[in-house]
């Protein structure tokens, strides 16, 4: 057992061995960074923590917030009890201090938790390193918006700043330097860390930032009508109204099971593109400015636009073949969704703003550059999987990163993830349709050592050298702003920028490109153009 203090009081956490046996490593579960939100601090922000007496025990998990797992479609039943932190270091007491990586899970902001069940720190505290893993508020209880001064929205984001905070006030007695926080989140996290970029709320917590797989372009973070959710969900449970005050007061006293996968009850008629990449629609909104502190008011292209961004070092990326993930979901529902309605094919952010006749005139050109003339079924799956790749996650993260301004002193760089062993647990299924490559998720395998999967790691093979090129690419940009900082890993990655568009494949060995995708943007860019979207 060792201890540590921070400023709520003492820690008592562990020393563990690593599973890949090459190190030791100290561990502290379960720290509390915010009161905990029950009764009335339901939906609203976050507050300080409370101080304890005596020595806190800090070698098991908090509690995680109750949601169902997307997955596995089970109940989590947690605790609204759940604004809990992870701290795991190498070294206690290094001669100068460590560079911190603060980790943002994913999840539709409606799962997840950044427990070891997913998210063990092995891999990266081996590579010199402090990790921080987060539990944040999911769905209705993180991400309700009623417009109001008491919930504007955004509850959840505004958990990871508190838990972002805490670590800069406290992260130096772990080892961990302050001023060289990295942010890095995968999918919803990601785009959670997207925007971080862009909030004021969170300037001067971190200096840099990874967003993997996600940006809030990405038609599943897009928010659509978040203020009629809530009254709908209230007359779900029980109460109709018009009056804010009144349906907060219902819902603070809702049981909380009640508040569990509330998505599909909250949708309205013109909600039928509810399939399995756009089900989310508790999510970041803009919120009204109220004269408090806030995340975000002001429209994210607005944002970019006037240059309003935090000055930090960015690493965008995404993986090969993301749409692996839900090819058994593709199999047994989406393919017949995408035929029944030709409209499903619009990305979500156009359809909010497009006429029908506008609508269907993009699905016919959609689907004629990915389809031709075939039908969509299991026949032209190779095809279906490269629509969602494209769609909901390639151009939108090329479309933010090229849109984020260069502010002061601050690089960017871009990666494409195509890692392919037996780690790709989501990838490799798509192999009995010839389809081979890094699915979504799968770049998690090769950074975190989730307990769940019970991937074995042995030393001399190939899966061992891939997460050992991959965690020090990631370690290397959170230590030194780059993540090929000399030519060690045999190559040296250019920055990216909007001429040449370079970027590093990260494989079977690190190989440098540029104009990534270049056709795919191209041809997405011209759909938006012609409706008059800045996306």
Not at 37 to 58: D, M, T
Not at 78 to 105: Q, R
Not at 378 to 391: G, V
Request: net charge negative.
């Amino acid at each position: 057992m060792v201890k540590v203090k921070v400023q709520q009081g003492w820690l008592c956490g562990e020393q563990l061995d690593t599973v890949q046996g090459d190190g030791q490593y100290y561990s502290f579960k379960g720290i509390p960074y915010a009161e905990p939100p029950l009764g009335k601090l339901r939906f609203k922000a976050p507050q300080p923590p409370l101080p304890w007496n005596g020595v806190r025990q800090a070698t098991k998990h908090g509690p995680k917030c109750p949601h169902m797992d997307i997955f596995t479609l089970k109940m989590v039943a947690g605790s609204e009890d759940c604004l809990y932190l992870n701290v795991y270091t190498p070294n206690l007491d290094p001669k100068s201090l460590l560079a911190v990586m603060v980790f943002i899970h994913g999840g539709g902001y409606k799962s997840d938790s950044g427990d070891v069940d997913h998210y063990r720190p092995d891999f990266l505290v081996s590579h010199g390193v402090v990790l921080v893993t987060i539990n944040y508020r999911l769905e209705a209880l993180g991400f309700l918006c009623l417009d109001t001064k008491e919930v504007p929205g955004n509850s959840g984001i505004k958990d990871q700043v508190a838990a972002m905070r805490w670590v800069k006030a406290n992260i130096a007695n772990f080892g961990g330097d302050p001023e060289n926080i990295t942010l890095f989140g995968q999918s919803a996290g990601g785009a959670s860390t997207a925007l971080h970029i862009l909030s004021p709320m969170s300037k001067g917590l971190f200096k840099r930032a990874i967003p993997m797989s996600g940006v809030p372009f990405c038609d599943w973070s897009i928010p659509f009508a978040p203020q009629k959710r809530p009254y709908i969900l209230g007359k779900q449970l029980g109460i109709d109204t018009n009056n804010p005050d009144e349906l907060l007061e219902f819902l603070q006293e809702v049981p909380v099971e009640k508040l569990i996968d509330t998505n599909p009850t909250v949708m309205s008629f013109e909600d039928r593109n509810n399939n399995g990449m756009k089900m989310f629609h508790f999510t970041p909104v803009i919120e009204k400015d109220f004269g408090e502190e806030h995340f975000i008011t002001e429209d994210i292209l607005k944002l970019l636009k006037n240059g309003k961004v935090n000055d930090v070092d960015v690493f965008f990326g995404h993986n090969s073949e993301e749409a692996l993930d839900s090819l058994t979901f593709i199999e047994e529902s989406l393919l017949k969704e995408y035929n029944r309605y030709p409209d499903l094919i619009v990305p979500r952010k156009l359809q909010i703003q497009c006429s029908a006749d506008q609508i269907l005139e993009i699905s016919e050109k959609v689907k004629g550059h990915y389809f031709k003339d075939r039908p969509i079924n299991l026949d032209s799956m190779r095809e279906f999987i490269t629509f969602c790749n494209h769609s909901y996650y390639v151009y939108d993260i090329h479309s933010f990163i090229s849109k984020l301004p260069r502010s002061c002193n601050s690089r960017r760089y871009m990666y494409i993830f195509s890692c392919v062993s037996n780690r790709n647990i989501y990838g490799n299924p798509g192999r009995k349709y010839g389809i081979r490559g890094a699915a979504h998720l799968d770049d998690l395998m090769y950074l975190f050592d989730g307990k769940e999967y019970n991937l074995k790691l042995k030393k001399n093979t190939k899966e061992y050298e891939l997460v050992q090129l991959v965690c020090t690419v990631f370690t290397n940009f959170a230590k030194y702003g780059n993540p090929t900082p000399d030519s060690s890993l045999g190559v040296t990655g250019p920055e990216y920028d909007n001429t040449t568009k370079s970027y590093v494949d990260i494989g079977d060995a690190l190989i440098p490109g540029t104009n990534s995708n270049a056709e795919v943007i191209k041809f997405w860019k011209s759909i938006y153009t012609s409706v008059g979207s800045e996306y």
